[in-house]
């Protein structure tokens, strides 16, 4: 719920530069780019009228979320999600096209798959891992709810393995269809955030039939932003129709103008939303996955999980892991990621000698 609350804000941003991307960002460069990024979130000129205007796509991006979902799983979800995918994956590929055509491959290619193990340290784990909770969505009941929707013929063991797979391919091609474009333009392929709301713009407004393809571009990540946002709020739902006795629609309902409130204040006070940007992924997420990891391994009985994922070496293997093995991984990751986003978000001086391993305390920039 409240990754969703933040993310739905974002998905408006979206819809609102899939808008000014039918007119092109022909010769803009960086610093317009930023200003224009701030015009549309309400933080330069015209703060009122702009965050009105998000307001309302944020709106409607709920109430589209709203309808999905409580259409039901077949009527709703699997419908909406044959139909988006596929369109998803042939703008993805249509996007990467342009992007090898007309961008740096060459640099771009290095840039993703050459590795720097000087850069490599404890922060990169816990980056990794801090991504993998968010992309797949762990410890956030996501995978839970789809899981239990599965028939039981269906093989858990493989499903899993082609979900974590589907995501790290996607990601791959992602990054073929972002980066020769941005180091053909010459920005920051580090840019993080503003990579994509500010540095993508100028990207394309340098490039011939850039127009089209940033169209293309903001579409695709709509789409990819949309069907994330219906997963997420299934859980909820779901929850309210089984748990509470609400109706789909109703609890849809309910959700979604819960969700429009929060994201309103989120719209008004951008500090919100960082906020809960940073307790979402450097405390809620991996507090989830530590309670879901020992629930799975210590809680379940072992008839319990061999009636779904079968009897053998696997199944050995994978509860030895789950109980002995996962959760001081985890615990670990949620102590020291909590510290090292406290470190780069709110500039809290750690102890010294947590530095060895997050690395050194921010420094305020020079004046």
């Known amino acids: ?23 092109g960002f022909d010769g803009m460069d960086a610093a317009a780019s930023g200003q224009n990024f701030a015009d549309t979130i309400g933080q330069g000129e015209h703060p009122l009228r702009s965050k009105w205007y998000i307001l309302f796509l944020l709106a409607c991006f709920i109430g589209a979320n709203a309808f999905v979902v409580g259409r039901g799983i077949k009527g709703g979800i699997e419908k909406a ?61 996501l995978m839970i709810t789809y899981g239990a929707y599965l028939s039981k013929d269906t093989d858990i063991t493989r499903s899993s393995l082609i979900v974590v797979g589907s995501d790290t391919l996607v990601a791959l091609i992602a990054g073929f269809a972002i980066f020769p474009i941005v180091f ?35 579409a695709l990540a709509l789409f990819a932003a949309f069907t994330s946002s219906i997963s997420l709020m299934e859980v909820g739902v779901s929850w309210l129709e089984e748990r509470q006795g609400v109706t789909r629609l109703g609890a849809a309902c309910g959700m979604g103008f ?19 940007d940073f307790m979402t992924e450097g405390l809620l997420l991996p507090l989830g996955g530590l309670l879901t990891v020992i629930f799975a391994g210590w809680v379940l009985s072992r008839e319990m999980l061999t009636s779904e994922l079968g009897e053998g070496t696997v199944m050995n293997l994978w509860r030895f892991v789950m109980r002995w093995f996962v959760p001081p991984f985890v615990g ?34 020079v004046e």
């Open 1 to 23: 719920m409240f990754i969703l609350s933040f993310y739905v804000v974002i998905s408006a941003w979206l819809i609102a530069f899939l808008i000014q991307s039918f007119g």
């Open 81 to 141: 999600s044959s139909i988006l995918m596929p369109a998803f994956f042939v703008m993805l590929i249509v996007v990467v096209g342009f992007s090898v055509t007309n961008g740096d491959t060459a640099r771009a290619a290095a840039f993703i798959l050459q590795p720097k193990w000087e850069d490599v340290g404890f922060g990169t784990f816990l980056a990794g891992i801090g991504q993998a909770f968010f992309s797949i969505g762990v410890g956030v009941g």
């Open 184 to 218: 053909a333009a010459g920005l920051d392929p580090a840019g993080g955030p503003s990579l994509f709301f500010i540095s993508m713009p100028v990207a394309f407004g340098a490039i011939p039939g850039g127009a089209i393809f940033a169209s293309v571009f903001f």
């Open 258 to 276: 819960a969700l429009f409130m929060i994201g309103a204040a989120y719209v008004f006070s951008l500090e919100y939303l960082d906020f809960m």
């Open 332 to 365: 670990i990751i949620l102590v020291f990621g909590f510290m090292d986003k406290i470190q780069d978000q709110y500039h809290v001086p750690l102890p010294g000698a947590l530095t060895v391993l997050l690395g050194p305390n921010w420094v305020p920039p």
